[in-house]
Nanobody, 118 residues
């Protein structure tokens, strides 16, 4: 069983940076997608950034140029470097590990709170 665990959230001031990490035990196939989602109070969960097993990445328009998603080779681990944070980035951030073989299996972390406030 794959169980992702996020870390790295906290309270920062506007303009500062945070680095989130997601580490999972277990094992997955070589074909997968890893993603960061976030959910602000009263809003739906939204996709922030995605990294595919081949290395390609995608970002929501709202974070392009500020956030960078990466992964660790040899481990089930990914990171989200968040720079130039604004209050609009305040949310609970969740990691998703989607294993695509032999069938699609989604594994969610419990979330980590990011608060951007002066």
């Amino acid at each position: 069983q794959v169980q992702p665990v996020e870390s790295g959230g906290g309270l920062v001031q506007p303009g500062e940076s945070l680095r989130l990490s997601c580490v999972a035990s277990g094992s997955i196939s070589g074909l997968y997608v890893m993603a960061w989602y976030r959910q602000a109070p009263g809003k739906e969960r939204e996709l922030v950034a995605t990294i595919f097993s081949g290395g390609a990445t995608n970002y929501a328009d709202s974070v392009k140029g500020r956030f960078t998603i990466s992964r660790d080779n040899g481990e089930i681990a990914m990171h989200l470097q968040m720079n130039s944070l604004t209050p609009d980035d305040t949310a609970v951030y969740y990691c998703l590990i989607r294993d695509l073989l032999p069938k699609k299996s989604d594994y969610w972390g419990q979330g980590t709170q990011v608060t951007v406030s002066s």
